[in-house]
């Protein structure tokens, strides 16, 4: 739909991107239950789109390495959503999208080509627009997957028990609740029930789950407490921990309750570890965050295929957290690293190659046929 008219051509236009360019027979993505819809930024009109791995939900964008799925026909589906806008060729989320894998069509060229007829069409992974000759420009970047760690796991200190109150001075690291102690006069299985007065996590009186008879003996409390002194990288919520004697296998970063984010701090773990830790060194942490540092050319954008060492073969950029719009920043991939990555050269690619190919001469900016047939 368009607003009132504003100017009159000479010629008028043959199309609007997404038109069929023929009568020629055309294919479509076939559906299944629940599908094809939507996504959550909606999917563009005359552009082509990705369907996810769920087969029911359509993106303009890249949800992998591979080609589009299919381009987006324009049959009056999308609708006007922003306040006074005359236009618009956003289906909305949630709302049924028909895909078409085959047939003649008209699109708007972009990129830095113009389009000769023959000339190879390429979908831009990060909006689904169409290009000719080459793929559109990436990016080349400097980042590093998770971060390696100097830790402590617990705490050691001195304690004199009376019953179920513990008396504790001289604490180094951090005592938390629900944290297992052990020590000379402490009954095997014996945990940190509450604070009752001191330093929060520090010298103090803690009652226990069970009567201790400790003297001014050494007592070290282990649990889900992570203290962090040095780190390289970016720690996240959600990632996998390794490393560390003492520290649990396969447990992941529940929450950080201090300190430099995603830096030196307290961490709470998803599972508690086996043994006081007093200084450990190499401890890791991994997932599917991407710590962009520096970027030397091009714009890293949502749908991109990523690639370097230690990055997951076939990530795609699934989201921007923080920084630059495109540049230095913190990112979300599609896929989880197995291992910290340290500092590597990024690369993201800016398209992919199609199945269409141009049947109309076309400058950057005007309507472009494009077909599977030629």
Same mark, same amino acid.
């Given at each position: 739909?368009?607003?009132?008219?504003?100017?009159?051509?000479?010629?008028?236009?043959?199309?609007?991107?997404?038109?069929?360019?023929?009568?020629?027979?055309?294919?479509?993505?076939?559906?299944?239950?629940?599908?094809?819809? /939507?996504?959550?930024?909606?999917?563009?009109?005359?552009?082509?789109?990705?369907?996810?791995?769920?087969?029911?939900?359509?993106?303009?964008?890249?949800?992998?390495?591979?080609?589009?799925?299919?381009?987006?026909?324009?049959?009056?589906?999308?609708?006007?959503?922003?306040?006074?806008?005359?236009?618009?060729?956003?289906?909305?989320?949630?709302?049924?999208?028909?895909?078409?894998?085959?047939?003649?069509?008209?699109?708007?060229?972009?990129?830095?080509?113009?389009?000769?007829?023959?000339?190879?069409?390429?979908?831009?992974?990060?909006?689904?627009?169409?290009?000719?000759?080459?793929?559109?420009?990436?990016?080349?970047?400097?980042?590093?997957?998770?971060?390696?760690?100097?830790?402590?796991?617990?705490?050691?200190?001195?304690?004199?028990?009376?019953?179920?109150?513990?008396?504790?001075?001289?604490?180094?690291?951090? *005592?938390?609740?629900?944290?297992?102690?052990?020590?000379?006069?402490?009954?095997?299985?014996?945990?940190?029930?509450?604070?009752?007065?001191?330093?929060?996590?520090?010298?103090?009186?803690?009652?226990?789950?069970?009567?201790?008879?400790?003297?001014?003996?050494? &007592?070290?409390?282990?649990?889900?407490? &992570?203290?962090?002194?040095?780190?390289?990288?970016? *720690?996240?919520?959600?990632?996998?921990?390794?490393?560390?004697?003492?520290?649990?296998?396969?447990?992941?970063?529940? /929450?950080?309750?201090?300190?430099?984010?995603?830096?030196?701090?307290?961490?709470?773990?998803?599972?508690?570890?086996?043994?006081?830790?007093?200084?450990?060194?190499?401890?890791?942490?991994?997932?599917?965050?991407?710590? *962009?540092?520096?970027?030397?050319?091009?714009?890293?954008?949502?749908?991109?295929?990523?690639?370097?060492?230690?990055?997951?073969?076939?990530?795609?950029?699934?989201?921007?957290?923080?920084?630059?719009?495109?540049?230095?920043?913190?990112?979300?991939?599609? !896929?989880?690293?197995?291992?910290?990555?340290?500092?590597? /050269?990024?690369?993201?690619?800016?398209?992919?190659?199609?199945?269409?190919?141009?049947?109309?001469?076309?400058?950057?900016?005007? !309507?472009?046929?494009?077909?599977?047939?030629?």
């Amino acid at each position: 739909m368009n607003g009132f008219q504003k100017q009159v051509n000479l010629t008028p236009a043959p199309a609007v991107a997404g038109d069929f360019a023929s009568s020629n027979p055309r294919a479509i993505v076939l559906a299944g239950p629940g599908g094809l819809v /939507a996504g959550p930024a909606g999917v563009t009109v005359g552009k082509f789109a990705w369907v996810a791995n769920d087969g029911i939900t359509v993106n303009s964008f890249g949800t992998g390495t591979k080609a589009p799925s299919g381009f987006v026909h324009r049959e009056q589906q999308a609708l006007i959503q922003n306040y006074l806008a005359e236009s618009s060729m956003n289906i909305p989320v949630g709302f049924p999208v028909v895909l078409h894998k085959e047939g003649d069509f008209w699109a708007t060229l972009v990129g830095a080509n113009a389009a000769a007829i023959g000339s190879a069409i390429y979908a831009d992974y990060s909006t689904g627009d169409v290009s000719a000759v080459a793929a559109t420009v990436g990016a080349s970047a400097t980042g590093s997957m998770g971060s390696t760690n100097t830790a402590a796991l617990g705490a050691t200190f001195t304690a004199t028990g009376s019953g179920t109150n513990l008396t504790t001075s001289v604490v180094t690291g951090v *005592i938390s609740i629900g944290d297992t102690i052990s020590g000379t006069g402490v009954p095997a299985g014996t945990t940190i029930v509450s604070q009752t007065s001191g330093t929060t996590g520090g010298a103090g009186v803690y009652v226990t789950s069970a009567a201790t008879t400790a003297s001014a003996a050494t &007592v070290t409390a282990f649990g889900k407490t &992570v203290v962090v002194s040095s780190t390289t990288g970016l *720690i996240s919520v959600g990632e996998t921990i390794s490393g560390g004697a003492g520290f649990p296998v396969g447990a992941t970063v529940v /929450a950080q309750v201090s300190g430099t984010t995603g830096g030196a701090g307290t961490y709470t773990l998803s599972a508690a570890g086996s043994a006081y830790a007093a200084i450990a060194t190499g401890v890791t942490t991994f997932g599917n965050v991407l710590n *962009i540092t520096a970027v030397t050319s091009g714009l890293l954008e949502v749908g991109d295929p990523v690639s370097g060492t230690g990055v997951p073969a076939g990530a795609v950029i699934a989201s921007q957290v923080s920084g630059t719009v495109g540049g230095i920043g913190v990112y979300t991939l599609s !896929l989880s690293a197995t291992a910290y990555a340290a500092s590597t /050269a990024i690369t993201a690619v800016g398209g992919v190659l199609t199945l269409f190919k141009a049947q109309s001469v076309a400058a950057v900016g005007e !309507l472009v046929k494009i077909s599977t047939w030629g």
